[in-house]
Nanobody, 131 residues
Framework: QLELVQSGGGLVQPGGSLRLSCAASGVTLDHYAIGWFRQAPGKEREGVACMSSGVGSTYYRDSVKGRFTISRDNAKNTAYLQMNNLEPEDAAVYYC????????????????????????WGKGTQVTVSS
């Protein structure tokens, strides 16, 4: 059974950086597509960055391109979201997700923000961007 445990997050000033981690157990994460989603108060949940299984094509929503990087460390069975040059608009609860979906592209995964679509869904971590 796939379990995802998130860490990282917190308070950072605009322009700062944070790294979110998502440690998987129960499966080999390399075989799974992974994604990061976020939800700000009063807003819909949205896909931020996704990576398909294996070699892993990636997809980023336009607002984070060039600032965020999704990656995975197969030896640690962990996915990461490196967030640089953070903006107040990036403040939200961030969730990691994973599922075995070899026919899905990274983009199509990021368009599915419903946790029911995934066999693994993290509990979320708060990211606050404020001076």
């Amino acid at each position: 059974q796939l379990e995802l445990v998130q860490s990282g997050g917190g308070l950072v000033q605009p322009g700062g950086s944070l790294r979110l981690s998502c440690a998987a157990s129960g499966v080999t994460l390399d075989h799974y597509a992974i994604g990061w989603f976020r939800q700000a108060p009063g807003k819909e949940r949205e896909g931020v960055a996704c990576m398909s299984s294996g070699v892993g094509s990636t997809y980023y929503r336009d607002s984070v391109k060039g600032r965020f990087t999704i990656s995975r460390d197969n030896a640690k069975n962990t996915a990461y979201l490196q967030m640089n040059n953070l903006e107040p608009e990036d403040a939200a609860v961030y969730y990691c997700a994973a599922d075995w979906m070899p026919s899905y592209t990274a983009r199509s995964m990021c368009l599915m923000a419903d946790e029911k679509e995934y066999s693994g869904w993290g509990k979320g971590t708060q990211v606050t961007v404020s001076s």
